[in-house]
């Protein structure tokens, strides 16, 4: 018998007994596992503790701007709890907190390095409050140092080539590679907590690489992690970082690109900010004839909140990928939507009664037309028969 | 008889003022639903998981003192009442999707009985509570076996059918495991005509049996085995006990629901009738084909709170242990418009199902005179 085969009827038992074990746990509790079952009679010994997230605890709450906090979390480890599997920089986490016994999720980039994660068990989060939003608020002035939250492992694929990090074995080719790889990183206001990571992981690689980066604020005098970031400057003479005032001197254009970045068509680019930013900066890249497949970006903080007077927006279906663009003047609920667009989700009453086409919405703002209300911007369950867009929503269907 | 809801109906300005006074009654209640929800569903949890785990471990330690045996029968049936009555039930109507919880969501929810969750959604969910009372339309009137009133012809079997109802009541998990995947249409081929079905019948085949397989082996082998493993005779011990339980849970889910819809003033109507109902004219015949009955709260958390059948209809998807306040607001709104509602004690309306089910185990005088000619 061959390796190959050998290697997939090993996984094919472990499919059987994995099936088995399920089927076993099902049989004897109703629920697809055991602990899943227990999970209420375990939080009364272990608060906190769920079968679909980790547990952390919040070591420092740090204020660093006016509307922009630091939190720092440690991730449990112990009996009951499962390790945090560890991440990469410039990934990021969902933070789940129960308010008023409903459990909110929030994503927000990891905006500390693995490797101080390693050294200390830590990782941070920084999170900018949203002034209308209904989360980032109420997590800085409820959740207080000692609380417990769940986090999930780590997502999400902005993050730097895995061949410029030097692992001791290989050190010689991640220098040489470190040297072939010049990076562009283009940050927009708390859009800079990726980035953050990355850097301060560079930093204890003591890396060589060339990286430029272009770091927009809205206040000069408000930049947040500048002073980090100045002595990070005064240590690597590959980093140059520019501040650029975005009241002065608007969003990136192709003039603020050669202005400041000359060499930037030799330059892989990151960009992470306000989706405005994004669009734009991906528009002056595209036009400057950079490579799409050397342009990164990722879609960063809360979607906007205001939604009175929402333009048309795009429902995106993933796991089926379609979109369709809502018109604004043409009221139809995400279950005609979908059934539109050739997908046939399962649905009942039509009227908001019976939850069979309860749908997972990843992102966006619905709103609820029996219960005259909008939904909170996060992941969560909607029911797709009653649920209208306002604005870009992202669902699992 | 099935009422004539044109008759004797509030008019329709009436009916728009009453609409609007109960979706009062629902917004007050759904401003209230927040944390103490998620610890009061999580506190049930808790005892219904405490309880079953006690009870399985009581009833092997029958083996020592016949009265834990005993106890463990109690813990057990009162573990499933409360799976699946006020957990189950409340949580597959999606009273508590709002806590966002993967495990208390009406999604991913399954209880503790023969009836595959997903396909008691689909019936219950969308045929009862959308036409409830409905002859022709509303499957759960009489679950195809009773004849409760006569708008439905008699025939030689309703004869028998207060045994029919014992029956059906002593094996009630069995009667709704087969009802919500409509049995007869996928088992006996009798199909139905624009049948409107979600899923194909062989996946409802499927879950029918999947599901009850997995009951079987849980409850007739699994831990009577287990038992087993101590001494032998344990096994009958324990299997007795679980069947036990699960009568017990069978007769009080099957006297609660009865006792919800066909008490004797709980009235039935006409399909064409309720074509193009608004939401008031929808509220209207919902109470009209409900009826509630009195306790104490623990008796009304045993019953899953459809002892406030009525307002469980008006609003399904509101936590249900709010149904008790909302039940006093929905009688004064009911008193404002004129409109019966049907409440009495337990015993009171418990008796008036029965002479139901004996009533209309005869022909009416007219089908007499049928028959025997």
Redesign the interface.
């Known amino acids: 018998m061959s390796a190959s085969t050998n290697a997939s009827n090993n996984v094919s038992n472990n499919g059987l007994m994995q099936q088995g074990w399920t089927?076993f746990s099902?049989?004897?509790t109703?629920?697809d596992t055991f602990s899943?079952?227990?999970?209420?009679?375990i939080?009364?010994l272990v608060p906190h503790w769920t079968?679909?997230a980790y547990r952390a605890q919040i070591v420092e709450i740090r204020d660093e701007m006016s509307d922009m906090y630091s939190l720092v979390l440690k991730p449990q480890s112990g009996l009951l709890d499962r390790d945090w599997p560890t991440f990469k920089a410039g990934q990021f986490i969902e933070l789940m907190v129960?308010k008023?016994?409903?459990?909110?999720?929030r994503c927000f980039s990891i905006s500390s390095s693995p490797a101080y994660y390693e050294k200390t068990g830590l990782i941070e989060l920084s999170i900018r409050i949203q002034q209308q939003g209904r989360i980032t608020p109420w997590i800085r002035q409820q959740l207080n140092v000692g609380s417990l939250v769940n986090i999930s492992a780590a997502q999400g694929e902005f993050v730097l080539p895995e061949s410029i990090f030097p692992k001791s074995v290989m050190q010689e080719a991640a220098l040489s590679s470190q040297k072939a790889e010049k990076l562009l990183f283009i940050a927009g206001g708390s859009g800079i907590t990726p980035f953050r990571s990355m850097l301060q992981q560079l930093n204890s690689n003591e890396s060589q690489l060339d990286i430029h980066l272009l770091y927009y604020s809205r206040d000069a005098n408000q930049v947040l992690f500048q002073d980090e970031f100045q002595q990070l400057e005064k240590e690597h003479s590959g980093l140059t970082i520019r501040y650029i005032d975005s009241e002065n001197e608007g969003f990136i254009s192709v003039d603020h690109l050669q202005k400041y970045c000359t060499d930037y068509y030799q330059r892989t680019a990151f960009i992470c900010g306000p989706s405005p930013m994004i669009q734009q900066a991906r528009k002056v890249l595209t036009e400057l004839e950079v490579e799409p497949n050397k342009i990164n970006f990722e879609f960063f903080g809360a979607a906007p909140v205001e939604i009175e007077n929402s333009e048309h927006g795009v429902v995106l279906f993933k796991a089926s990928d379609k979109t369709v663009v809502s018109e604004k003047d043409k009221v139809s609920t995400l279950l005609e939507q979908a059934e539109a667009q050739g997908l046939n989700p399962?649905?009942?009453?039509r009227?908001?009664?019976?939850?069979?086409c309860?749908c997972k919405k990843k992102s966006g703002v619905v709103f609820n037309t029996r219960?005259q209300q909008y939904s909170d911007t996060g992941s969560?369950?909607i029911?797709l028969c009653i649920s209208v867009a306002q604005g870009d929503v992202v669902l699992d269907l | 008889m099935t009422t004539r809801l044109a008759s004797n109906r509030p008019d329709a300005e009436a009916l728009i003022a009453f609409e609007n006074d109960l979706n009062n009654i629902r917004e007050e209640a759904?401003a209230k639903?927040?944390?103490?929800?998620?610890?009061y569903i999580?506190k049930i949890?808790?005892i219904q998981?405490?309880s079953d785990i006690l009870g399985r471990i009581s009833l092997v330690l029958g083996f020592y003192n016949p009265l834990f045996w005993l106890a463990g029968v109690v813990l057990l049936a009162l573990s499933k009442i409360l799976d699946n009555m006020e957990i189950g039930h409340n949580v597959?109507?999606?009273q508590y999707?709002?806590?966002?919880?993967?495990?208390i969501?009406?999604?991913k929810f399954?209880?503790?009985i023969w009836g595959d969750?997903d396909s008691w959604?689909?019936y219950h969910?969308?045929e009862h509570?959308?036409y409830t009372n409905i002859i022709g339309k509303d499957r759960d009137y009489g679950y195809g076996l009773l004849r409760l009133s006569d708008d439905i012809g008699w025939r030689p079997k309703n004869r028998f059918q207060f045994i029919t109802y014992t029956l059906l009541s002593s094996f009630f998990q069995f009667g709704i495991a087969y009802h919500e995947v409509a049995g007869e249409r996928i088992f006996a081929g009798k199909r139905k005509e624009n049948s409107s079905l979600?899923?194909s019948r062989e996946e409802l085949k499927h879950s029918f049996f999947s599901k009850i397989?997995?009951?079987v082996?849980?409850e007739y082998l699994?831990f009577p085995l287990l038992a087993a493993l101590i001494s032998w005779p344990m096994f009958f011990a324990v299997l007795a006990g679980n069947l036990i339980a699960e009568l017990i849970r069978n007769l009080w889910t099957s006297s609660v629901i009865f006792c919800g819809h066909f008490t004797e003033d709980a009235q039935t109507f006409d399909e064409k009738e309720c074509e193009n109902e608004n939401r008031g004219e929808w509220y209207y015949r919902q109470i009209l084909g409900s009826s509630n009955f009195e306790g104490s709260r623990i008796f009304h958390i045993l019953t899953g709170h459809l002892s406030r059948q009525t307002e469980h209809h008006l609003f399904?998807?509101v936590p249900a242990h709010y149904y008790i306040d909302m039940a006093k607001q929905v009688q004064a709104v009911c008193a404002k418009y004129d409109i019966p509602y049907n409440t009495g004690s337990f015993a009171q309306q418990y008796w008036t199902v029965v002479k139901r089910v004996i009533k209309y185990s005869f022909p009416t005088e007219a089908e007499q005179g049928v028959t025997v000619n």
């Open positions: 089927w099902q049989a004897l109703q629920h899943s079952y227990f999970q209420p009679l939080q009364m079968t679909d129960e008023e016994g409903s459990r909110t999720l399962v649905s009942g009453c009227m908001g009664v019976c939850h069979q309860i219960t969560e369950e029911q | 759904m639903v927040g944390e103490k929800d998620a610890r999580r949890i808790r998981r405490s597959m109507h999606g999707d709002w806590m966002n919880d993967p495990h969501n009406s999604r399954d209880w503790d969750g959604k689909r969910n969308h509570h959308t979600p899923i397989k997995k009951q082996f849980k699994f399904p998807d």
